[in-house]
C-alpha cells in the first residue's frame, strides 16, 4: 500500500518549484506511477473544448479524447464524484485503451468548483483499488487542486 500521506508532501514539494500544470501533472503522474504497485497506467486527461483530453501520464498509449459521460473518466467528470471499479467489464460503457485494464479509479479535479480534469489510474488485476486508496488519492487530489497554476503551461 502506498503512503498517501509521503506522496502529498512530494507533491507539494514540486509545486513549490514549480506550479505550472504540464510539469506538475508530469511529476504527479511519475510518483504515482513509482509508488503505486500492480498498475498499468497513471495519468491525467484535462477538459478542454467540451471533452476530456489526454494530459500527462505513465504507461502505454491511450485514448486522447473522452466525452462527458463516456466511460469511467467521462462519468467521474459528469458526476463530480470519485469512480472506483473493481472491474471495468462490468462498468457501461467502459472505454477500452489498454485491454490489460481490468480496474480502474477515477478522482475528479476541480477549479472554481467545476471538474477542469480527473485523475486516472488503471491496473491489470480485477478489484486492486480500495477504499484507502480512495482516500489516499481524493487527498491528494485536494493538494493538486490546492498548489496547481492552470494558467500557464
Known amino acids: 500500500m502506498p503512503d498517501y500521506v509521503i506522496l502529498g508532501k512530494q507533491l507539494k514539494a514540486f509545486a513549490e518549484e514549480d506550479p505550472r ?30 471533452r476530456l483530453v489526454l494530459g500527462p501520464f505513465q504507461g502505454k498509449p491511450a485514448c486522447i479524447h473522452i466525452e462527458k459521460g463516456k466511460g469511467v473518466c467521462g462519468t467521474a467528470w ?4 470519485t469512480q472506483l471499479v473493481p472491474n471495468v467489464h462490468e462498468f457501461p460503457g467502459h472505454i477500452a ?6 480496474s480502474e479509479i477515477v ?12 485523475l486516472d489510474i488503471d491496473s491489470p488485476r480485477y478489484e486492486r ?25
Open 21 to 50: 500544470y504540464v510539469p506538475l501533472l508530469s511529476n504527479a503522474s511519475a510518483l504515482l506511477w513509482d509508488w503505486i504497485p500492480r498498475i498499468n497506467w497513471a495519468g491525467f486527461y484535462i477538459v478542454s473544448g467540451g
Open 129 to 153: 483499488f480500495t477504499e484507502e486508496d480512495r482516500e489516499g488519492l481524493e487527498a491528494f487530489v485536494e493538494i493538486l487542486e490546492g498548489c496547481i497554476s492552470w494558467d500557464a503551461v
Open 78 to 81: 459528469e458526476s463530480g464524484k
Open 97 to 102: 485503451c489498454d485491454s490489460a485494464s481490468n
Open 107 to 118: 478522482v475528479p479535479i476541480f477549479r472554481g468548483g467545476e471538474v477542469c480534469a480527473v
